[in-house]
């Protein structure tokens, strides 16, 4: 009733469950996207009141977000009155991190009112240890402080996360970031054409950082799996991309070999693009960087042999030379040159060169009699060289698969 539902329902099927449990655990992710697709960010994370006070805390809760102009989407765990929220605050403007500063400390107010703690589940840290007087009292603080000061005379142990703080917004991780578009050849349409937008998609959620898939759907991050360095998931590199615009840390921009070797083995799989909660397209930002990375000078040659690829696998096809190919690829001197020119590891098979492409097998099928091919497709297959060339079977088991679903293809 506090949060105006107006209905509720159980749900005991295991699907079912499932399904409203990656809602929950997707939560933090979705949540910094508004409905109208302007970001929205935390910023008061988990601050909890007793959950009998819970429906009279969202109430002046949203009265308080409307009286600043916000909007926030509140979450979290409501039977232990702990609430999550993302709010659409404008962290790149002075103007509006003057009111992520105002906000704050009326909403500090507004949680000890109703007898709760800024924070009830994470910690206090950089973003609310200003504001711990108004929930402690100054006496208590100075006690605080006499503790840390009695175990750490020399303030070496994580300085000014809980006493002596530095103010609420001061070192914002978005202060350093360019506030003018970058020049970049991709469109990146659903954050306005702007790649610091794009990276600033990213907000740490780490589903990223899945040892094992967690449900059938889940994919990302594969180079994660194998090596469990965090340079490796999506979110380190989405970080180091970040820390490339801010020119603090990493300081050579494009040409930063530490952001090519952590994309290194990024698979461009595109996984990260549908199973992210916020939708980050590692692919695509890698493929901007390594455009920028080598604009202008040579690439390794396995560049050049791997991106002919297409070209050379036509003449193939067209010429009807596969079995020759095959044939010569099995020569074991033969093999370990091309292999090192295409940058391919010396333990992998050379590929067969399949005799019969998916093209001229679709083709040839359509002219097969009793073959449907008028009338308007259901699905349209693009097949990629790979397909084509070394695996139409696979491309084959596509056709039969959808076309027993009933679909034209």
Same mark, same amino acid.
């Given at each position: 009733?506090?949060?105006?539902?107006?209905?509720?329902?159980?749900?005991?099927?295991?699907?079912?469950?499932?399904?409203?449990?990656?809602?929950?655990?997707?939560?933090?992710?979705?949540?910094?996207?508004?409905?109208?697709?302007?970001?929205?960010?935390?910023?008061?994370?988990?601050?909890?009141?007793?959950?009998?006070?819970?429906?009279?805390?969202?109430?002046?809760?949203?009265?308080?977000?409307?009286?600043?102009?916000?909007?926030?989407?509140?979450?979290?765990?409501?039977?232990?009155?702990?609430?999550?929220?993302?709010?659409?605050?404008?962290?790149?403007?002075?103007?509006?991190?003057?009111?992520?500063?105002?906000?704050?400390?009326?909403?500090?107010?507004?949680?000890?009112?109703?007898?709760?703690?800024?924070?009830?589940?994470?910690?206090?840290?950089?973003?609310?240890?200003?504001?711990?007087?108004?929930?402690?009292?100054?006496?208590? $603080?100075?006690?605080?402080?006499?503790?840390?000061?009695?175990?750490?005379?020399?303030?070496?142990?994580?300085?000014?996360?809980?006493?002596?703080?530095?103010?609420?917004?001061?070192?914002?991780?978005?202060?350093?970031?360019?506030?003018?578009? $970058?020049?970049?050849?991709?469109?990146?349409?659903?954050?306005?054409?702007?790649?610091?937008?794009?990276?600033?998609?990213?907000?740490? $959620?780490?589903?990223?950082?899945?040892?094992?898939?967690?449900?059938?759907?889940?994919?990302?991050?594969?180079?994660?799996?194998?090596?469990?360095?965090?340079?490796?998931?999506?979110?380190?590199?989405?970080?180091?991309?970040?820390?490339?615009?801010?020119?603090?840390?990493?300081?050579?921009?494009?040409?930063?070999?530490?952001?090519?070797?952590?994309?290194?083995?990024?698979?461009?799989?595109?996984?990260?693009?549908?199973?992210?909660?916020?939708? $980050?397209?590692?692919?695509?930002?890698?493929?901007?960087?390594?455009?920028?990375?080598?604009?202008?000078?040579?690439?390794?040659?396995?560049?050049?042999?791997?991106?002919?690829?297409?070209?050379?696998?036509?003449?193939?096809?067209?010429?009807?030379?596969?079995?020759?190919?095959?044939?010569?690829?099995?020569?074991?001197?033969?093999?370990?040159?091309?292999?090192?020119?295409?940058?391919?590891?010396?333990?992998?098979?050379?590929?067969?060169?399949?005799?019969?492409?998916?093209?001229?097998?679709?083709?040839?099928?359509?002219?097969?009699?009793?073959?449907?091919?008028?009338?308007?497709?259901?699905?349209?297959?693009?097949?990629?060289?790979?397909?084509?060339?070394?695996?139409?079977?696979?491309?084959?088991?596509?056709?039969?698969?959808?076309?027993?679903?009933?679909?034209?293809?």
């Amino acid at each position: 009733r506090a949060a105006d539902a107006l209905d509720a329902r159980v749900v005991d099927d295991p699907a079912g469950q499932r399904a409203l449990w990656r809602v929950r655990e997707d939560a933090s992710g979705t949540a910094t996207r508004m409905s109208d697709g302007s970001e929205a960010w935390p910023g008061w994370e988990d601050c909890a009141v007793p959950p009998a006070r819970l429906g009279a805390y969202l109430r002046d809760f949203r009265s308080l977000l409307a009286g600043h102009g916000l909007r926030g989407t509140p979450y979290g765990h409501f039977g232990d009155g702990c609430i999550h929220v993302r709010i659409d605050f404008d962290l790149l403007g002075r103007e509006g991190v003057a009111r992520f500063r105002t906000f704050s400390e009326d909403l500090a107010e507004l949680v000890v009112a109703h007898g709760g703690s800024l924070s009830g589940e994470h910690g206090d840290g950089q973003a609310r240890a200003e504001l711990l007087p108004k929930m402690y009292g100054p006496g208590l $603080v100075a006690l605080f402080e006499r503790v840390k000061d009695a175990w750490d005379p020399a303030g070496l142990l994580n300085p000014g996360m809980l006493v002596r703080p530095a103010p609420l917004d001061a070192d914002l991780r978005f202060a350093p970031l360019p506030r003018e578009p $970058v020049d970049v050849v991709f469109g990146y349409p659903h954050d306005g054409g702007d790649f610091v937008a794009a990276v600033r998609r990213c907000v740490g $959620v780490a589903k990223c950082r899945t040892a094992a898939p967690g449900s059938p759907t889940a994919v990302m991050c594969p180079s994660f799996r194998v090596t469990g360095e965090e340079e490796h998931s999506t979110r380190g590199r989405a970080r180091l991309l970040h820390e490339m615009l801010a020119g603090e840390v990493v300081t050579d921009g494009w040409r930063s070999t530490e952001v090519k070797d952590a994309l290194d083995l990024c698979l461009s799989c595109k996984g990260c693009r549908s199973d992210c909660p916020v939708g $980050v397209d590692m692919a695509t930002y890698k493929a901007e960087f390594l455009h920028h990375h080598y604009e202008g000078r040579r690439r390794p040659a396995a560049h050049y042999t791997m991106g002919r690829l297409p070209r050379w696998l036509r003449v193939v096809a067209a010429t009807r030379t596969a079995g020759l190919v095959n044939a010569l690829a099995r020569v074991r001197p033969l093999a370990a040159l091309g292999k090192r020119m295409g940058g391919i590891a010396a333990e992998r098979d050379v590929p067969e060169v399949a005799a019969r492409t998916f093209r001229r097998w679709w083709e040839g099928r359509k002219r097969e009699p009793g073959t449907v091919t008028a009338g308007r497709a259901d699905v349209v297959l693009w097949p990629d060289t790979f397909t084509d060339h070394l695996s139409p079977s696979v491309g084959r088991a596509a056709v039969a698969v959808l076309e027993d679903a009933g679909l034209t293809v």
